[in-house]
């Protein structure tokens, strides 16, 4: 009986790459990373808020490094895409060399050591959203869409339609933009990110507003007294620390209500682009949360410029959306204000308007322990100190307008050009 005599191939018996290694997914492990990142950064800055401290900054930087090393990933699966795709990576590089030179040169080098490294770090997350949103379009793992009715002079005009499936068919009225400029989908991942960042920039300061600050003023309470201490014997520090904590002027993760208020300035132009030009609904409803986070928490910020720069930014950002964008999206701009409203109203009623109570060793409780944002708003008495800072300031610039003064040195350099009438001899 003849035998079946069955040819196999020389490559049947060596087991394929796949099937040694299974292929992942480098883009799903980009977020994986960066989540873990992410979650490692905000656990450390909770444990540990003087985490601002640059000696105090190894976990955060630790986190940096795992999102440079995730973002290397994606470059070794990349195709030859070119060089033309990183080309808005110059311009964040120069100002870093640029700001590392004249730092060097600057009267005290020593002043801008930190602002130097916020501004690697700064441009480390500008890398790695770019590398992304390439790594994005030459995968086509999402689909960039355009959202019809919207206006032709506005030019943020794309977004990651993350419901629909990758075998869905193309809405009506959109156009696929997988393979549109690298500007534009760059452009739509920096938006994306800093809507993600003003969430938890906003949910931690309302964790600070209504918890963590009624916390510490306890617990420093329960310290004035058990060490016997009176207001009057407090060191100015201690006294200021008092002060912000009654005050409870909400500063996130920033630690300076200012600061965070001219955030969410910048937060707000770009979320009611967002609810203006997404198609998805749920993209469109997520944008307008933000942006009702961000006027809620900007008031709870106690900040009088922040408040006002957020209205113009807000208001500047719907005027040069054009006519168009009004016709076809004036139901979603009108949802806008009103909600931008209504947080305004909440936030002055969240506020407490009675004055905190008395420290244990007070004999009456402090005057000045608590203001409202209107009471802070009529009182004047720091606006003109505002404008010997601003006039200060000028006098550096003039001093050298091409080359600048270098980071930090405004401290440095504020006794040469203060004020006459300013009340504080050097840099508040």
Avoid at 162 to 183: F, H, I, M, Q, V
Avoid at 206 to 212: G, L, R
Avoid at 346 to 362: C, F
Wanted: glycine share 6%; aromatic share 8%.
């Amino acid at each position: 009986m003849p035998t079946e005599h069955t040819e196999r191939s020389p490559k049947s018996d060596v087991p394929s790459t796949s099937e040694l290694l299974p292929s992942v997914d480098p883009l799903r492990l980009l977020w994986v990373v960066t989540a873990g990142a992410l979650a490692v950064i905000l656990a450390y800055l909770h444990f540990y808020p003087q985490a601002a401290n640059p000696m105090h900054g190894i976990t955060p930087a630790l986190g940096i490094v795992m999102l440079v090393g995730a973002s290397v990933l994606i470059v070794a699966r990349l195709a030859d895409v070119g060089v033309r795709p990183f080309i808005p990576m110059l311009l964040p590089c120069a100002l870093v060399l640029w700001a590392a030179w004249r730092t060097s040169r600057a009267a005290v080098p020593s002043e801008g050591v930190a602002l130097l490294g916020t501004m690697l770090e700064a441009t480390l997350v500008f890398a790695i959203s770019l590398v992304l949103t390439v790594a994005a379009r030459e995968w086509k793992s999402f689909s960039f869409q355009l959202a019809s009715g919207t206006s032709k002079g506005l030019r943020l005009l794309t977004s990651a339609d993350l419901t629909r499936g990758k075998t869905d068919k193309p809405r009506p009225g959109s156009r696929d933009l997988s393979e549109a400029e690298p500007p534009r989908l760059f452009l739509d991942t920096v938006i994306s990110f800093f809507l993600i960042l003003a969430v938890i920039m906003c949910l931690w300061a309302i964790w600070q507003y209504f918890v963590s600050y009624d916390r510490q003023l306890v617990e420093f309470e329960r310290d004035i007294k058990a060490r016997g201490f009176a207001l009057a014997d407090l060191p100015s520090r201690e006294w200021a620390l008092l002060q912000a904590l009654r005050g409870k002027r909400v500063g996130s993760l920033f630690g300076n209500p200012n600061v965070l208020a001219g955030f969410l300035a910048m937060v707000a132009p770009m979320a009611l682009a967002g609810a203006a030009i997404w198609n998805d609904r749920s993209a469109k409803a997520a944008a307008l949360a933000v942006l009702t986070s961000c006027w809620y928490v900007a008031v709870l910020s106690g900040s009088r410029g922040g408040l006002l720069t957020i209205a113009l930014a807000t208001a500047l950002a719907a005027v040069v959306m054009g006519r168009e964008a009004w016709r076809k999206q004036r139901r979603v701009l009108l949802i806008a204000s009103a909600l931008c409203a209504i947080a305004v109203v909440l936030a002055l009623a969240t506020e407490r308007t009675s004055a905190a109570r008395p420290v244990p060793t007070d004999s009456a409780p402090l005057p000045t322990a608590r203001y409202t944002f209107f009471e802070r708003l009529h009182g004047a008495r720091t606006v003109r100190q505002r404008i010997y800072y601003l006039q200060s300031g000028w006098a550096m610039i003039r001093k050298s307008p091409l080359l600048g003064q270098g980071l930090g040195s405004y401290a440095a350099l504020y006794p040469q050009h203060k004020r006459p009438m300013a009340r504080e001899t050097r840099y508040p």
